[in-house]
Each structure stands twice: as structure tokens, then as C-alpha cells.
């Protein structure tokens, strides 16, 4: 069972820059693939970014990659969104999520992911 705890996020302007964190409660966490999800007021929940285990392979969804950057740091079990140039229309509750992949790999289908971050909140002002 891996624990994920999610920390960051907050209140931003447009154009305002934050940070999330997802740390792990296993040192096996490594071996995970790790997402990063939101879902927005009223909408369904969205692939933000993923990252391999060993972190060398990144997937991010459409142009999230000029703003968002996925890392991660095993040696302190924690895997990072960071997110610049934010938007009002990137107001959501964020969520990590883990899952054990046979070979590193990435998907974007949230129903892989097994372990689940509690959600934070970051919401953009106009």
C-alpha cells in the first residue's frame, strides 16, 4: 500500500506560478509510474502529466508542456508539478496518483493509477 501526500498549491494571479508536491510512504516509490490529474468544477477529471519511475520519460497533455514541468526526486520519494504562466482556466483540484508497471512506461488513463493523492486545490484569479 503506497501512501501519497500532496502539499502546495493555494491562490495565484494569472500569469502567477506554483508549485505541487506528491511525497511517497514507500522507498520502493521508484518503481512507480506517477500522474498528475485535475478535474475542475463541473467538468470530468483531466491527465495534466505523468512521469516514469526512474523520472527519464515525461508525457504531458496537449500545451501543458510550455507550462507545467513533472520531476521527481526518489531519493525523497517526491514527485513535483510545476506549473507557470497559470491560467483562470487551470482552477481545478490537482491529484497525484500512483501505479506498479511491469516495464517504465507512461499512460494517461487515470484508471491504471492505483494510489491516490487527497487533491489540492489551486485556483487562478483573473
Known amino acids: 500500500q503506497v501512501r501519497l501526500v500532496q502539499s502546495g498549491g493555494g491562490l495565484v494571479q494569472t500569469g502567477g506560478s506554483l508549485s505541487l508536491s506528491c511525497a511517497a510512504s514507500e522507498r520502493t516509490f521508484g518503481a512507480y509510474t506517477v500522474g498528475w490529474f485535475r478535474q475542475a468544477p463541473g467538468k470530468e477529471r483531466e491527465f495534466v502529466a505523468a512521469v516514469t519511475g526512474s523520472g527519464r520519460a515525461t508525457d504531458y497533455a496537449g500545451s501543458l508542456k510550455d507550462r507545467f514541468t513533472i520531476s521527481r526526486d526518489n531519493a525523497k520519494i517526491t514527485v513535483y508539478l510545476k506549473m507557470a504562466s497559470l491560467k483562470p482556466e487551470d482552477t481545478a483540484v490537482y491529484y497525484c496518483?500512483?501505479?506498479?508497471?511491469?516495464?517504465?512506461?507512461?499512460?494517461?488513463?487515470?484508471?491504471?493509477?492505483?494510489?491516490w493523492g487527497q487533491g489540492t486545490q489551486v485556483t487562478v484569479s483573473s
Open positions: 496518483a500512483a501505479g506498479r508497471a511491469l516495464t517504465e512506461g507512461l499512460t494517461r488513463n487515470s484508471a491504471w493509477y492505483v494510489y
